[in-house]
């Protein structure tokens, strides 16, 4: 069976992907995937035997999207090349962007042959951006969301499941953290993943700033929001606010060892306000207590899970109320909490394995799909 999933980023940057690659790189199939390089740096190596097609074109992320409208032309020609000259049995479109730029060719070539893996909000709000996406939820074979709130925007559709942003090897590395030393001072309150969100992020380094208590470090991609970071930093002569650049996935575990919160705040966007971000898992797979947005999808259900705060840091007694959260905690009660949210995340991710299965089994075993290994 040959397979086409396309992506819209950097290898690296789509942990996401590997929900798929560990369910379908199996002999039968014939597996191509189109990826994003868009900062032209070295990307990472996946474990699995690929045919990959690199659309190398620079481009920075924090920029409005109407001024990405020339490289998405370009993206879709390279993707549409592709397509032209090669007959796939099934098409996984990673996010909804791609899956847009191609709506044409999805819908008429490839109606119940694609899946639809969403996981952000964009122009839901544009009636006839809407009325396309959800043509695409109705005419694929399985749309997977990656947070149950994203099904607001969705049509009701039976076909419409629940996937998880946890990446599995954080699941063999899940002592690493308890096993020290909780209790200290400073706190070290730890970001990872691409900086952005300039204004939350600011209000919780004015909140922190020389506070003994804390240490406040960030690693990730540093393009605009991570250079006005340092450079408020610098000017207010911030002395326990660390910038340590970008990381590869598996460096994560490492200061993961030395990390006592896990700062998962945003400013409440429409995507973030109902996204499940990458950090939710990890901090729950590394018993690691997380900071979530006050009255956002991740914050209720840290707090209805009891696995993390939920906060707010524009007020004035947040890192007073941080301070105590964090003091209070009964450890092996949040481990437990921890196990509990865990298992039943992990039902939901298996029961989509199974869903990825009911689709490619009847495919592999139908005389219509283009047998390319023979």
Same mark, same amino acid.
């Given at each position: ?40 740096? /070295? ?11 690199? #659309? ?6 924090? %920029? ?7 490289? #998405? ?71 997977? %969301? ?15 499941? +629940? +996937? ?57 991609? /540093? ?35 030395? +990390? ?42 840290? /707090? ?71």
């Amino acid at each position: 069976m040959k397979v086409l999933i396309i992506g819209f980023s950097k290898l690296g940057y789509m942990p996401y992907l590997n929900f798929y690659l560990n369910n379908i790189t199996e002999k039968e199939n014939e597996i191509h995937v189109i990826y994003w390089n868009r900062d032209e740096k /070295e990307d990472i190596n996946l474990p699995y035997e690929l045919r990959y097609h690199e #659309f190398k074109l620079f481009q920075e992320d924090e %920029v409005a999207k109407a001024k990405k409208v020339k490289s #998405f032309i370009k993206y879709r020609y390279f993707v549409k090349n592709i397509l032209d000259n090669e007959q796939f049995d099934l098409i996984i479109g990673l996010t909804t962007i791609p899956c847009i730029l191609l709506y044409d060719v999805l819908i008429k070539d490839y109606n119940k042959r694609y899946i639809l893996d969403y996981r952000d909000v964009t122009y839901e709000n544009i009636k006839f951006y809407k009325k396309m996406l959800h043509k695409l939820v109705d005419n694929s074979v399985a749309t997977f %969301v990656s947070s149950n709130a994203f099904r607001d925007y969705l049509p009701a559709n039976k076909n419409i499941y +629940t +996937t998880h942003n946890i990446i599995l090897d954080s699941l063999t590395n899940r002592s690493i953290r308890k096993e020290k030393l909780r209790k200290r001072e400073p706190i070290r309150i730890r970001y990872w993943g691409f900086i952005r969100h300039e204004r939350i992020n600011k209000a919780i380094i004015s909140r922190i700033a020389n506070d003994g208590r804390f240490e406040l470090h960030y690693h990730g991609r /540093e393009q605009e929001t991570a250079q006005n970071l340092k450079e408020f930093c610098r000017i207010n002569d911030v002395q326990n606010v660390h910038f340590h650049g970008e990381y590869k996935p598996n460096d994560r575990y490492k200061f993961a060892e030395e +990390t006592d919160i896990i700062h998962n705040l945003f400013d409440n966007d429409k995507t973030m306000q109902s996204a499940m971000a990458n950090k939710f898992y990890d901090a729950i797979a590394l018993y690691i207590p997380q900071l979530c947005n006050r009255g956002s999808f991740m914050g209720e259900q840290v /707090e209805k899970n009891k696995v993390g705060f939920e906060c707010n840091p524009y007020n004035q007694d947040f890192a007073d109320n941080l301070y105590n959260y964090y003091n209070s905690i009964s450890w092996d009660i949040f481990e437990q909490k921890c196990n509990h949210l865990l298992s039943k995340i992990m039902v939901e991710y298996n029961n989509g394995i199974n869903v990825l299965n009911n689709i490619f089994m009847p495919m592999i075993q139908s005389g219509k799909i283009n047998n390319r290994m023979k």
